[in-house]
T-cell receptor
Framework: AQSVAQPEDQVNVAEGNPLTVKCTYS??????LFWYVQYPNRGLQFLLKYITGDNLVKGSYGFEAEFNKSQTSFHLKKPSALVSDSALYFCAVRDRDNFNKFYFGSGTKLNVKP | EPEVTQTPSHQVTQMGQEVILRCVPISNHLYFYWYRQILGQKVEFLVS????????KSEIFDDQFSVERPDGSNFTLKIRSTKLEDSAMYFC????????????FGPGTRLTVL
């Protein structure tokens, strides 16, 4: 079965510092991995995805994620955090055989302090 | 930029009542989804819909649930007889085609069952 795990419920960083939000996955075969962000009272917004190719994926708002097959990880990163980055971040994996099913992690709340 | 819309933003109902949650997916999208997020928990897949029929559903999506695309624009989720444990945020999502594209999510409907 496909699944993702986000080991941290909350991440706190100071504005201007680099941030990392962790995600590990468990899939059979090659994974299709996604990151979404959820601002208060809003739906999930797509940030970036890894399908194949370069292990470093760049996405919206200056975010990037690194696919690491040996560690089965897909951590979300940003070199310099902004207060406006404070939100809930979800990692997701799509079922390899069924394009219709996404499995989401439990979410990580990112707090960026001024 | 086109977006998925959902109405109402908040629905309060009594246990045992029927509710219909409404979604307008992005107009040229072909695949439609419902997810739910119980407060503090992960986003869970409910159902996917393509070509006017359900293509996949989860164990959560039992006989109390149904989906419909009554016209060319709306996509609805009906809960026939609501239970307390149906209280959650319900997200609609749509996707353009069968390639590796991401899903676009609506802002959600918060359902409260009393």
């Amino acid at each position: 079965a496909q699944s993702v795990a986000q080991p941290e419920d909350q991440v706190n960083v100071a504005e201007g510092n680099p941030l990392t939000v962790k995600c590990t996955y468990s899939v059979s075969g090659n994974p299709y991995l996604f990151w979404y962000v959820q601002y208060p009272n809003r739906g999930l917004q797509f940030l970036l995805k890894y399908i194949t190719g370069d292990n470093l994926v760049k996405g919206s708002y200056g975010f990037e994620a690194e696919f690491n097959k040996s560690q089965t990880s897909f951590h979300l990163k940003k070199p310099s955090a902004l207060v406006s980055d404070s939100a809930l971040y979800f990692c997701a994996v799509r079922d390899r055989d069924n394009f219709n099913k996404f499995y989401f992690g439990s979410g990580t709340k990112l707090n960026v302090k001024p | 930029e086109p977006e998925v819309t959902q109405t109402p933003s908040h629905q309060v109902t009594q246990m045992g009542q029927e509710v219909i949650l409404r979604c307008v997916p992005i107009s040229n999208h072909l695949y439609f989804y419902w997810y739910r997020q119980i407060l503090g928990q992960k986003v869970e897949f409910l159902v996917s819909f393509y070509n006017n029929e359900i293509s996949e559903k989860s164990e959560i999506f039992d006989d109390q649930f149904s989906v419909e695309r009554p016209d060319g624009s709306n996509f609805t989720l009906k809960i026939r007889s609501t239970k307390l444990e149906d209280s959650a945020m319900y997200f609609c999502a749509s996707r353009m085609d069968s390639s590796y594209n991401e899903q676009f999510f609506g802002p959600g409907t918060r359902l409260t069952v009393l």
